[in-house]
């Protein structure tokens, strides 16, 4: 019987059949409720995530604008763990790392919008992820402004 439909009621008792239908997302209910997925502009917990991760990144943007003039030509960019410098760089790099973390934030947030109404427990996690790496970068940015 491969390949062949075979209809809910071969498989489900009579009484079990009235309670059950398809909606228009082609999800089962239990009830004759219409299951709703809520829209994703709507959720406040994933709005906020997403809020903070664009606010830490427009404050480093803001930062680095602001900082960038007083810098000298040469700027500390990375210690080691003895606090050896282990490179040197001019005052634009700051921007690479800010466009990297802006790129890795916008890929996360992507994810997560996609996968929102498929894994919503996922989507949360990486959307959480996203102000996290906001912060690491505003910390970061901060370091080595501070340092020079």
């Given at each position: 019987?491969?390949?062949?439909?075979?209809?809910?009621?071969?498989?489900?008792?009579?009484?079990?059949?009235?309670?059950?239908?398809?909606?228009?997302?082609?999800?089962?209910?239990?009830?004759?409720?219409?299951q709703?997925?809520?829209?994703?502009?709507?959720?406040h917990?994933?709005?906020?995530?997403?809020?903070?991760?664009?606010?830490?990144?427009?404050?480093?943007?803001?930062?680095i604008a602001?900082?960038?003039?007083?810098?000298?030509?040469?700027?500390?960019?990375?210690?080691?763990?003895?606090?050896?410098?282990?490179r040197?760089?001019?005052?634009?790099?700051?921007?690479?790392?800010?466009?990297?973390?802006?790129?890795?934030?916008?890929?996360?947030?992507?994810?997560?919008?996609?996968?929102?109404?498929?894994?919503?427990?996922l989507?949360?996690?990486?959307?959480?992820?996203?102000p996290?790496?906001?912060?690491?970068?505003?910390?970061?940015?901060g370091?080595?402004?501070?340092?020079?």
């Amino acid at each position: 019987m491969s390949g062949h439909f075979v209809p809910a009621s071969f498989y489900l008792p009579s009484a079990v059949l009235p309670c059950l239908r398809v909606t228009n997302n082609r999800q089962l209910t239990t009830d004759n409720s219409r299951q709703w997925r809520g829209s994703i502009l709507r959720n406040h917990a994933f709005l906020a995530l997403v809020g903070g991760a664009a606010v830490l990144l427009a404050a480093s943007a803001v930062y680095i604008a602001v900082s960038t003039p007083s810098l000298p030509e040469k700027i500390i960019m990375h210690f080691d763990g003895d606090q050896g410098i282990t490179r040197f760089g001019a005052p634009q790099d700051l921007w690479w790392a800010w466009g990297m973390a802006a790129a890795g934030i916008v890929i996360d947030v992507s994810l997560a919008g996609f996968l929102f109404h498929r894994d919503r427990v996922l989507s949360y996690i990486l959307a959480a992820a996203a102000p996290v790496v906001g912060l690491l970068l505003f910390i970061a940015v901060g370091t080595i402004i501070s340092v020079n």
